[in-house]
């Protein structure tokens, strides 16, 4: 069983699973990694979909001797390692044996208050970053078990009872529109989501498809090359991020 389960919203967990990778995880050793954000102290709902109905295949029946994880998050994940082994219990009858977080550059813009942080901040994040992630490493090659979390205060209302409502309600397409005068109708944001939530109408524009699949990722708002992409009335005159992330849980 070879590699990295990742999904990346905007390039931030992407950038840590390559730095895993480069430190010599993901081969072909039995083991199984995640790395993924957390989204309202939550795995997002684009990983919760593919561990219920694409990891069975991914497995192709090998059953790994190890499971671990990298959560990236802008400050703290609450308790999102045990939803997240809530959800690996029914298909590998287990959860997980390491789970470690990492914090990043802060991708969420999408209500009053929240913005992207500072570029030096930015850089404090990355830099600690590189710091961790050798030491995380080792850990996963000699199996440790272990829980090394930055959780925050009250973890446990954070993940079950704001979490939940964040999912419940805000991480919701229909809030997306681009600006008419804005949007060039190039087609990136719905080439770009990870959940295909966009498609696109008959002049090229795009239409958020409100079936559900949006896992809030904001990556189309982020790489809108126009900067025409808003999430209701909160995102107006926030700085971008300007991803140009690809990814999927791969
Ligand atoms: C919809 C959304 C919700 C988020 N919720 C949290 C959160 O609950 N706690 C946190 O510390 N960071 C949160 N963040 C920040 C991300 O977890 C963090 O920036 C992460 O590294 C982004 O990784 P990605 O680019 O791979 O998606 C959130 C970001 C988004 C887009």
Redesign the pocket.
């Known amino acids: 069983m070879a590699d990295i389960v990742c ?8 950038q840590v699973a390559d730095g895993l990778r480069s430190l010599g995880l993901g081969s072909d050793d039995g083991s199984l990694g995640f790395v ?6 939550r795995p997002p709902k684009i990983v919760a979909r593919f561990i219920r109905e694409g990891l069975v295949s991914r497995l192709a029946g090998r059953s790994p001797g190890y499971v671990w994880a990298v959560m ?7 308790y999102a390692d045990k939803v997240f082994d809530q959800l690996l219990c029914p298909v590998l009858g287990r959860g997980l044996d390491a789970a470690f977080s990492v914090q ?5 813009i ?1 209500l009053p208050g929240f913005r992207l942080n500072p570029p030096e901040v930015m850089d404090g994040k990355m830099r600690r970053m590189a710091e961790r992630l050798p030491g995380i490493a080792r850990r996963i090659q000699m199996r440790e078990h272990v829980r090394d979390l930055g959780r925050g205060v009250f973890p446990r209302l ?1 993940t079950h009872v704001f ?1 939940r409502i ?1 999912d419940r309600f805000f ?1 919701d397409d229909r809030f997306f529109h681009a600006t008419a005068e804005k949007c060039t109708k190039c087609g990136k944001c719905a080439s770009n989501c990870p959940a295909g939530s966009i498609g696109r109408t008959g002049d090229g524009g795009p239409v958020w498809r409100r079936d559900g699949s949006c896992t ?3 990556r189309c708002l982020h790489g809108c090359p126009a900067g025409a992409i808003e999430f209701g009335w909160f995102t107006k005159g926030k700085r971008r991020l300007g991803s140009d ?1 690809k990814g999927r849980c791969e």
């Open positions: 999904f990346s919203g905007n390039g931030m967990s992407r993924f954000p957390v989204y309202g102290w990236t998050c802008g400050f703290d994940v609450g990043m550059p802060d991708t969420y999408g954070k979490g964040f991480v809030g990722c904001l992330e």
